[in-house]
């Protein structure tokens, strides 16, 4: 299905769907704000949250897994798909929680021990890569290690934390459109805005406009 490229190298078959797997994780993770921070604990919430679970935070990772693995990127791939599946969990406990039932604490507890291990590998190989994928692993990272230290010390404590660590992201990727560059800033920043409007903590791309508005206003931080 793929050209060989020069040298050997086998060319793509796909544009890199990053960007649309992390947007997607991004739609995802702003469902989740208003239970996160409490302020909206009604089943209608859950079940609407759910739904954005499911086709963002599932559907679209699974989609920028599938393509990636078409890609011959395996490492991506695994990630994305890997991610998906647990977004597919998360649908399922928040259609259960908004019928009144609770998912079982010590299956959960051991699952997100596991996704503590799965998550610090994959940051520490995307390090080497990715500095924006790397932070945005890191995070993950932080997330499950509050998760488990409530789970574990039996208390509320990192429950902020916990709804800090849900930040939004809003990668652009400007060296896969070397045309583009010559015009400086080239995308829409709304996505970004809507972000700040929530007051969700930013990571985006290091663009000289991106900076002035992001990191300037401390609204959240900007990495190659």
């Given at each position: 299905m793929s050209d060989a490229g020069h040298g050997g190298a086998t060319r793509p078959v796909f544009a890199d769907p990053t960007a649309m797997g992390l947007l997607s994780l991004a739609i995802g993770c702003a469902a989740l704000l208003?239970?996160?921070?409490?302020?909206?604990?009604?089943?209608?919430?859950?079940?609407?949250?759910?739904?954005?679970?499911?086709?963002?935070?599932?559907?679209?990772?699974?989609?920028?897994?599938?393509?990636?693995?078409?890609?011959?990127?395996?490492?991506?791939?695994?990630?994305?798909?890997?991610?998906?599946?647990?977004?597919?969990?998360?649908?399922?406990?928040?259609?259960?929680?908004?019928?009144?039932?609770?998912?079982?604490?010590?299956?959960?507890?051991?699952?997100?021990?596991?996704?503590?291990?799965?998550?610090?590998?994959?940051?520490?190989?995307?390090?080497?890569?990715?500095?924006?994928?790397?932070?945005?692993?890191?995070?993950?990272?932080?997330?499950?290690?509050?998760?488990?230290?409530?789970?574990?010390?039996?208390?509320?404590?990192?429950?902020l934390p916990i709804a800090l660590a849900t930040l939004a992201l809003a990668p652009f990727a400007t060296r896969a459109y070397p045309p583009l560059q010559r015009f400086g800033f080239f995308w829409s920043p709304a996505k970004v805005f809507e972000y700040m409007a929530c007051a969700v903590p930013v990571v985006t791309t290091d663009q000289d406009y991106l900076r002035q508005v992001v990191a300037a206003e401390g609204a959240g931080v900007c990495v190659p």
């Open positions: 208003p239970l996160a921070f409490g302020a909206s604990l009604t089943p209608a919430a859950l079940r609407t949250a759910a739904m954005f679970c499911l086709f963002f935070g599932a559907g679209g990772q699974f989609l920028a897994g599938m393509l990636s693995l078409a890609n011959h990127n395996l490492f991506g791939g695994t990630l994305f798909t890997t991610f998906a599946c647990n977004w597919l969990i998360n649908w399922w406990a928040l259609q259960q929680l908004a019928a009144g039932v609770v998912p079982d604490h010590a299956v959960v507890t051991a699952v997100d021990a596991t996704f503590l291990v799965i998550f610090v590998a994959m940051a520490y190989g995307f390090g080497f890569f990715s500095k924006l994928l790397f932070f945005f692993l890191l995070d993950i990272v932080v997330l499950y290690a509050f998760r488990l230290g409530n789970a574990l010390l039996g208390t509320q404590a990192f429950a």
